[in-house]
């Protein structure tokens, strides 16, 4: 088994990492790092068999008794972190974003590859339902060529970001585009491939540090436009997908319901995790002729079966060189629009 730490349990620790290790026979969950006495209690609460440690030092102590670590910390200790684990010879998944500079995420690629060790990033909503089903539609010709591309994640905080996001700026990995842009900037580059031009709205208009209300225009080489919406700050949200081609469109309302079920309490393999209900089925076709579209079932746990198959020589679920390349597009976006601004 890869015996398995992972180092934070937050949002990201406890809902998007543990859950899927826990319910992988190829993994065991050994080791979780905290430095929240209620967040620790928690996870020995759910993870009983695992070790529950206050600080990655205490963890890089017993690196022995580890093969791989993930990272679910915030940005700005990510490569610190990464780099003392290759060091420690163990494997790492790093959460988004990979790094909080493109710079950054480059000396971890270099380094992972001199001390032979697998490095890759959790970009998880690349097996997010909805994702997989528009992938599908257009591999199979339903769209014909795609021109635009529009894709949105919009939630409604009005009280702004919470706990370290608060106070976190660009410098420190903070801000909308950091966060929700990583994911939307990664499925743009994946469907569509390099992007040769970078437009930028990044605005700052709540409580926080941050951006919290961007708008992206990626041009793609192969000439697709892709439009991305991010925003904390949308009492309704338009539709997750709008993807208009030459023969059809698809257009699909709501998230995918793996990150909701996991909140409240539902585990990989439960009976049903990762369908959408009928209400958030997409539309495919043309006007006066049209289908509904269900998603296929979303399934975050296929990172560590891939990564699983990986540290046998396999291929990565994610290559770090594409989350380098989101981060790239980060820094055209910032630096086309210069300071935040209300």
Known sequence: MIRTAVVGFGVSGRIFHAPFLAADDAYSLDFIVTGNADRA?????????????????????????????VIGTPPVTHAGLAATALDH??????????AVSSAQGEVLIEHARRVGRVLTVFQNRRWDGDFLTLRKLI??????????????????KPQGPRDWKAGAGVAEGGGILF????????????VFGPVADVHADVL???????????????????????????????????PRFHVL???????????DPQEDALKNGARPGDDGFGREQPE?????GVRGGTRRIEPEPGDYGRFYRLLATALDGGAL?????DAVDVLRIIERAHARKGDLSR
């Not at 409580?207 to 209300?213: R, S």
């Not at 958030?280 to 495919?284: A, H, K």
């Open 280 to 284: 958030n089925w997409g539309t495919l």
């Open 41 to 69: 209690r928690q996870a020995a609460d759910e993870y009983p068999h695992a070790t529950v440690v206050s600080s990655p030092e205490a963890l890089f102590e017993r690196a022995s008794a580890v093969d791989l670590v």
């Open 139 to 156: 591999d199979d010709g339903e769209l014909g060529a795609v021109h635009t591309f529009e894709s949105r994640f919009e939630w409604w």
């Open 179 to 190: 966060d929700l842009g990583t994911h939307l900037i990664d499925q743009a580059c994946q």
């Open 317 to 321: 679920p994610v290559d770090p060189r």
């Open 204 to 238: 700052r208009r709540g409580a926080g540090a941050g951006d919290d209300d961007t708008f992206l225009v990626l041009t793609h080489e192969n000439g697709v436009r892709s439009r991305l919406f991010m925003t904390g700050l949308a009492a309704l949200p338009g």
């Open 89 to 98: 010879g163990l494997h790492v998944v790093v959460d988004k974003p990979f």
């Open 245 to 255: 081609g030459e023969k059809a469109a698809y257009t699909k309302h709501g998230l």
